[in-house]
C-alpha cells in the first residue's frame, strides 16, 4: 500500500529544509533565525500529527509507505514506512523538539542561528531513522545524526565537551559500523535491503549469533546498556540543556526501536538464546546504576544515570518475552511487556526532557549543577518547584502519571516469567524514588540555603509554557495510556508473532528453541 | 606506426593538454612579471577543452589504437574526465597562493599539465611500455614540482628523498615488466592475458615478475611497507603541490593498478589478490594509527592517504567487476576529498605563513563558516560518515569483499575505521569548538569560493545521490 500524498517526507525533509533555511539566515538577526526555527518545529509538529490522526490501528501493515529508487544496481531503495511501533516515536520527535527550540531561545548566545538549525537537521535526521525500511537508508539516518549531536554538544556545551563529544561519537560510531556489515551481509543471503525482507530471512544459528552480536553492539551503545553506558553520563553533563533533552528522551530510544525492527524479528532464535544476557544487564542496569544514581551531586548526571536505569526497563520488557514463551507458550505477557517497553520509552522521552528543562532553568540563573549548592529553592521559585516535584514524583513512577503505566505493565510481565525478575526490576520503584525524592529534598525544599538561592527569580513565560505543556502530556497519558496502547498493539502483536516462529533453515529445525513454523497460527485463539 | 586521424582522434584530450603545456611554456616567455595570470587562464582552458573532447571521443565500446599500445575504454574515459576536472580545482585553489609568493611563472603550469599528460597516458596504456611512459612523465614533473619553491630546503630535501624512492619503485615495476616480458614474450596487455590463458599460471617467472609489480604498485599508491616518502614528501612539499599530488596521481595509480592486474594479469589473481590483502592491512592499520600521532596536518593527511590506499586495495583484491567498480568509485571520492582538504589548507595560507599545524585550523568557523563547512564535509567524508560519500565508497567497497567472503577483512576495515574517525573529528573540532587565534580575515577570490563550494557539495550531492557516478564506474567494469 503506497501512500498517495508524500507525510513521511515531508516530516523528515521540511525541518532539514527548514534548518538550511535558519543557518543560511545566519547570525545578523538572530530573532528572525529563532522564529524561523520555531516555526519550522511547530509545523513539522503539526504536519507529524497527520501520520497520527491517519493511522490505522486495525492492521500491522507498514503506513504511509512511501518507495523510489535510490541506488538501484544495488537494490537500495528510498524506502519509507511507518507502524504503530515508529509512529508513535515520530511524533514524540518532533513534539519535543519544539521544547527544545523554546528552550534557547534567549540562552543561547554564541551563533544562535547554528544552533537551532543543528537541533532541526537532527529532527529531521531522527524521524527518518524511525521511518526507514530500507537498510541503508536506516544506516545514513542513523550515522548522519551524530554529525549534528557532535557539534551541539562540542560548540555549545560545558566545559569537558570535548572529551565528552569525541567519546559519544566514537561510542555510537563504534557500535554500528558493525551492523553496517551484518547489513551487507543480510543483503547477500536477502538480495535486498529491505528491512521487511530481512524479517522474512531464513538465517542458520551461526549466523543469527553473529548478527545479533552486531546489533548488540550498536544498540546497547545507543540505549545504552550497561556496560557501554559510560558516555552518557558524560555527554549529558556536558551537552547544552537543548542537547540532553535530545539525547535523553529521543536518541537512547532509537536504540530501543532498533531491538523491535531489527535484533528481534530478524533473528529470532539467537535472541531467544541469549535472551539471559540482555535480561541480565537490563537488571544490572537497573538495580546498580540505580545506586550509582543515589550518590551524584550533579544533578544532571544523576537524571542521565536514572535514564540509564529507566532504559534498562525497557530492554527488559523486551527481551522478557522469550522467559514467558518458554515459561506458558501464551502470548498476552509477551505483548504486555513489549507494550510495557515501548509506554516507557513515550513516558520516559517526556519526562527526562522535562527534568533536563529544570535543570536547564536553575543552571541559566546560576551557573551550577552541582545539588549541594541548592537548597529551598521553593521559596523564591514557587512555580519552578511545583513542576519539579511533580517530574520528579513521576520520574519515581507515581501512579497517576505516565512514568507508572510502562513500569506496571514491565513488571506484570515479568512476574508471569519469573519472580526474581519482577522482584529485581521492582526495586527501582524503590530505589527511583529514592534517588529523585533525595535531589528534590535537598534542591527544592528546606531553608533557603544562600544569597544566590535567595535572589533567584521564577520561571518566565517560556519555561512555564515549556514544563506545562510536558506536565500535562505525562498526567494525559498517565491518566489515561489507552490511545498510545491501542495504536501500537497491533504491530506488537504482529512483532511478538513473528518473533515466536523459529526461524533456522529446515537441517537446523532440532535447536529451535521457538516454536516450528508452520502449522501453529500463533494468534489464532 | 600509422599517424592517422583513426589513430589520432581518440587522444584528442591528451594532445590538447600537450598543446597547452608547450603554449604555456612559449608564451610564457613574452609575458611580463604583471600578467603572469594568463598561464593560468591559458591552462584552465587547455583543461575544458580537453574535459570536451574526453566526452566527444569517450562512449562506446573498448577500442585499440597504434598497434595496441594504448586503448580508449569506457574505464579510461570516466578517469580522464575525473582527473582532468580534479587538476582544474588544483589549479584554481592554488593560483592566489603562487601569486602571493612571486611564483606565478610559467613553470608551475608547464610542469603541472606535463604531469596531467602523464596521467592520462597512464589511463591510456595498453601495453607495459605506454605504462610506463607516461608513468615516468608524472613523476619527473612532481619531483621538480615538489622542489618548485627551490629556496625551501625542505622542498629539496622532500624531492630528493621522492625521487629516489620514486626511481626505486620505478625500477621494481620495470624488473617486473622485464621478467613478465621474459615469460610472456610480449608487452601489450591483450597478449600478455591471452599467452597466460593458454600456458597456465605455473610459471615461476611470472610469479616472480608479479610480485615485482605489485611492489611497484605499492611504492607508487604509498601503500605500507613502501609508504615512507609519502609523509616526508607531503609535509616538505608546497602545499599547492602536496594538494595536486594527493589527489589526481592516485586515480592514475588506480589506472596504473588496473591495467597491470587486471588488464594483463588478470589470470593471476589468485596470486596477487593474498600480496594486496597484506599491503591492504597493513595500510590501514598503520595509517590510521600513525595519524592520530600527527599534530601536522599535511603528515595527518599523508597517513590518511596511506589508510585510504588500503580500501582501494580491498576493492581491487575482491577481484570482482563489483569489486573495481567499488575501487574505482573510492579513488575518484578519494581524490575530490583530499582536493578540497587541501584546497581550504591552501586558502587559509597567507602571504608569509602556510597552514602546516593541525592548530593552524582553529576556529575557522569564527572566521569563515562557508569554508569551516566544506572542510567539515570532507572530514567526515573522509571518515566515511554518511550523507557524504565517504560513506558511500566504504559501503561499495566493504559490499565487493563480504560478496566474496571475505567477511574478516570486511571486518578489519571497519575496525580500522572507527580509529580513523578519530583523527578527523579532531579536525572538525579544532574548526567548531576552538576560537581562533588570529583574526586576520581569510581573503579568497569569488572563483576560488565558487570552485570549493563545488567541491565540497559535490561530495555532499554524491553522497545523496550516488547512483549516477556509481553506474558509470560499474558500466566500466561491465
Known sequence: MESVFPLLTLVIWLPILGGTVVLASGDRDTNLSKWLALGTAVLTFLVSLGLWIGFDSTTADMQFVERGAWIPTFNVWYFLGVDGISMPLIVLTTFITIFVVVAGWDVIAYRPSQYMAAFMIMEGLMVGVFSALDAILFYVFWEAMLIPMFIIIGVWGGPNRVYATIKFFLYTFFGSVFMLVALIYMYFQANSFSILDFHELELGMSAQVLIFIAFLLAFAVKVPMFPVHTWLPDAHVEAPTGGSVILAAIMLKIGGYGFLRFSLPITPDASASLDWLIIALSLIAVVYIGFVALVQQDMKKLIAYS??????????????????????????????????????????????????????????????????????????????????????????????????????????????????????????????????LWMIKRVVYGEVKNEKVAALADLNGRERFNLGALAAVVLLFGLWPAPLVDVMHKSVEHLVAQVSVCKLPAVQAADCLLAQPAPVAFLAP | MPFDAANLLPILPEIVVAITASLVLMVDLYLKDEHKGFNHNLAIIGLLVAIGFTGAVGGGAQELFFDGNVVRDAMSDLLKGAVLVISIFAFVYSQPWLKDRGLLGGEYYALGLFAVLGMLVMIDANSFLTLYLGLELLALCFYSLVAFDRDSPTGSEAAMKYFVLGALGSGMLLYGVSMIYGATGSIEFGAVAQVIAEQGTKDKVLIFGIAFLVIGIGFKFGAVPFHMWVPDVYEGAPTPVALFLSSAPKIAAFALAVRLLVDAMGGLQADWQGMLAILAVLSMGLGNLVAIAQTNIKRMMAYSAISHVGFIFLGLLAGSSQGYAAAMFYAIVYALTTAGAFGIMVILSRKGFDVELLEDLRGLNDRDSWYAAMMAIMMFSAA???????????????????????????????????????????????????????????????????????????????????????????????
Not at chain 1, 430 to 436: C, E, M, R, S
Not at chain 2, 396 to 424: C, N, P, Q, T
Open chain 1, 307 to 436: 535514564s540509564i536505569a529507566h532504559m534498562g526497563f525497557v530492554t527488559l520488557g523486551f527481551f522478557i518475552l522469550f522467559a514467558l514463551l518458554r515459561h506458558s507458550g501464551e502470548s498476552t505477557g509477551a505483548v504486555m511487556g513489549i507494550e510495557g517497553g515501548m509506554v516507557q520509552m513515550i513516558s520516559h522521552g517526556f519526562i527526562s526532557a522535562a527534568l533536563f528543562l529544570c535543570v536547564g532553568v536553575l543552571y541559566d540563573r546560576m551557573h551550577s549543577r552541582q545539588i549541594a549548592d541548592y537548597g529551598g529553592v521553593i521559596n523564591t521559585m514557587p512555580w519552578f518547584g511545583g513542576f519539579m516535584v511533580f517530574f520528579a514524583m513521576s520520574n519515581a513512577g507515581l501512579p497517576g502519571t505516565s512514568g507508572f503505566v510502562g513500569e506496571f505493565m514491565v513488571i506484570l510481565a515479568a512476574f508471569r516469567a519469573d519472580f526474581w525478575f519482577a522482584f529485581l526490576a521492582a526495586t527501582t520503584l524503590v530505589l527511583a524514588a529514592a534517588f529523585t
Open chain 2, 384 to 478: 566515511g560518515v554518511p550523507p557524504t560519500v565517504g560513506f558511500m565508497a566504504k559501503l561499495l567497497v566493504l559490499e565487493a569483499v563480504v560478496r566474496v567472503d571475505m567477511v574478516w577483512l570486511a571486518l578489519v576495515a571497519v575496525f580500522f575505521s572507527i580509529i580513523g574517525a578519530f583523527y578527523y573529528l579532531r579536525v572538525v573540532k579544532l574548526i567548531y569548538f576552538d576560537r581562533p587565534a588570529t583574526d586576520a580575515p581569510i581573503l579568497t577570490s569569488g572563483g576560488v569560493r565558487a570552485v570549493m563550494s563545488v567541491n565540497g557539495l559535490t561530495i555532499l550531492f554524491l553522497g545523496l545521490f550516488p547512483a549516477a557516478l556509481l553506474s558509470l564506474c560499474q558500466g566500466a567494469f561491465a
